[in-house]
């Protein structure tokens, strides 16, 4: 597994700083089978417990920390779908109550980067 740091959106430098500290959002790469096209590079970011496990992945803030909020996109199609209000990244959530996650699946503008 290879954990790391999503630079700051201000363009400072990445310093190792947890979001509270500096602004660094820290996930890790997992492989991940998301499309039926075999794993790929998925950044996974860890968010907290909760006692309810879609209140713990639904109306959040986004864990790349745009400051926008994660919403539920399902629309019927896939479960697990959200979108983020601020910064247009999509996720698919994953994990449990005491451990949920969100996948990053791409955004609306760009390929996923990892």
Do not use: F
């Amino acid at each position: 597994m290879v954990v790391g740091r999503q630079p700051r959106g201000d363009g400072a430098a990445d310093n190792g700083a947890t979001k509270s500290e500096g602004g660094t959002v820290r996930y890790r790469i997992e492989h991940h089978d998301l499309d039926g096209r075999g794993p790929h590079p998925t950044r996974v970011y860890d968010l907290p417990p909760h006692p309810d496990y879609w209140p713990a992945v639904t109306d959040v803030p986004c864990p790349a920390g745009c400051g926008g909020i994660v919403r539920w996109a399902e629309a019927g199609y896939v479960p697990g779908y959200r979108i983020c209000g601020g910064c247009g990244r999509h996720y698919m959530a994953s994990g449990t109550s005491e451990a949920p996650t969100l996948l990053r699946v791409g955004t609306r503008r760009d390929a996923v980067a990892v």
